[in-house]
């Protein structure tokens, strides 16, 4: 297959922007196993290279690191970082974004499991939709900064809501499937589960590129026996066996949220927006079919399985599907597949990449052409006949549009 999505481009960081000599990154120069080298160390600008002479080594790298960036205006706040906008000392037209670890009292002695995680995935994964890691310091009182690729153009959450001047297609939502679904393969490839995939940890690189970022939740997956965490990923995005605790899972749980954001850029609205777990277990059900022990075997020993609703719903039919979402015969049978209550049937990131949708008509919209938040004024005009929400499966063959998997 030409152009598959499952060849991976590798990330190019903006010239100038590769911290080479990161204290928490002693392998700048290795990726993951199927990484190219990084850039070789940029010169360091004369104000880098002044540090005080009474610093220890470690200090002294950790001072010229600091030094390269300087820091801007605040750009958003998640539970447990503030991220602001930073600019490169030696270059000051390229920018980044400087999350800054709040400090927590629980973690005095040591860093916050979440920023932990985000440095040791990031450092590992990289590719053209995962946001780029690119260096690491720390700031006066211990504060941790992890120093990211800017994504200016907001993330896919903001666009989903904006149905007043944001319009889309099929052949758009299709883009946006293709680079998460390569975030995704790209993860489990690594045996890393991200745990938090949802529309806002999806940002927009200015050239339109999807990036899968906040591995705040993210762990290894290689030792199929250790037991794990049942209480992860946002509830609305949440598999059903976690809902109902299981302590061994896969990347089938990824591969849930990754159905249930794809249900929700069709409709532009959540599509199992449960208010508690009890009532995400309701709305799973409802919507998707009881998990019993004929569909899912073994579901019933799950410790959580007690809170299914009295009443058993079945699993819904094609047809149902394609009622509820207008996107043709072979996206329908992929959301489907993603969104099996079975975990071990459920279809993986691989088998996502090999699905006859991608190639089917409409095309993926190239990322330069993808609607953006900005350019909302712009496609105005050319959308004001569309209705908002609305897919548009006939959108791709009226515009010559090129195959393009991000240029893989
Ligand atoms: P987070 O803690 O990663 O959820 O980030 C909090 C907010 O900061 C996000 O919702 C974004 O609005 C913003 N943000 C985070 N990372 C970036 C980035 N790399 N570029 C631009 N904005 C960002």
């Known amino acids: 297959m030409s152009g598959s999505p499952l060849v991976a481009r590798l990330a190019d960081p903006p010239p100038g922007l590769f911290a080479s000599a990161s204290p928490l990154k002693p392998n700048s120069g290795q990726g993951s196993s199927s990484s190219t080298p990084r850039p070789q160390p940029t010169a360091l600008p004369p104000t880098a290279a002044a540090a005080p002479p009474t610093l220890d080594v470690a200090e002294q790298m950790n001072e010229e690191e600091k030094r390269k960036y300087i820091r801007g205006k605040k750009l958003g706040e998640g539970t447990y970082a503030i991220v602001y906008l930073g600019s490169v000392r030696a270059d000051p037209g390229a920018r980044v974004a400087i999350k800054k670890i709040k400090v927590q009292k629980e973690y005095k002695d040591g860093l916050p499991p979440d920023a932990v995680r985000e440095i040791k995935h990031l450092q590992e994964l990289q590719h053209p939709n995962i946001i780029s890691l690119l260096s690491v310091f720390s700031s006066k009182d211990q504060n941790l900064n992890l120093v990211l690729e800017y994504l200016p153009l ?28 390569r975030a995704v393969w790209f993860c489990h490839e690594n045996y890393v589960l991200h745990r938090d995939i949802k529309p806002n940890n999806l940002l927009i690189a200015a050239d339109g590129e999807v990036k899968l970022a906040d591995f705040g939740l993210a762990r290894g997956f290689a030792d199929p026996h250790q037991f794990m965490t049942s209480t992860v990923i946002t509830r609305w995005y949440r598999p059903p066996e976690l809902l109902f605790g299981a302590r061994h899972y896969s990347g089938a749980v990824d591969v849930w949220s990754v159905g249930a954001v794809f249900a929700e850029l069709v409709l532009r609205n959540p599509y199992l927006p449960g208010d508690t777990d009890i009532h995400q277990i309701e709305l799973t059900c409802r919507n998707l079919g009881t998990p019993t022990e004929e569909n899912w075997p073994g579901v019933s020993t799950l410790q959580g399985y007690g809170a299914i609703p009295a009443e058993v719903y079945p699993v819904p039919s094609k047809d149902a599907f394609r009622a509820r979402f207008p996107i043709g015969a072979d996206g329908v049978d992929l959301l489907m597949k993603t969104l099996v209550l079975n975990p071990l049937r459920r279809i993986t990131a691989r088998e996502m990449l090999m ?25 105005m005009g050319a959308d004001l006949k569309r209705r908002p929400g609305l897919v548009e499966e006939d959108r791709g063959k009226k515009v010559a549009r090129k195959l393009d998997f991000g240029g893989m």
Not at 357 to 365: D, E, L, M
Request: a negative charge; hydrophobic letters at 35%; proline letters at 6%.
């Open 154 to 181: 907001g993330d896919l959450e903001m666009l989903i809501r904006d149905a007043d001047s944001v319009h889309y297609g099929i052949a758009d939502i299709k883009a946006w499937m293709g680079m998460l679904t």
């Open 355 to 379: 699905h006859e949708w991608w190639a089917a008509s409409p095309k993926p919209t190239r990322k330069e052409d993808l609607p953006t938040k900005r350019g909302g004024e712009e496609k």
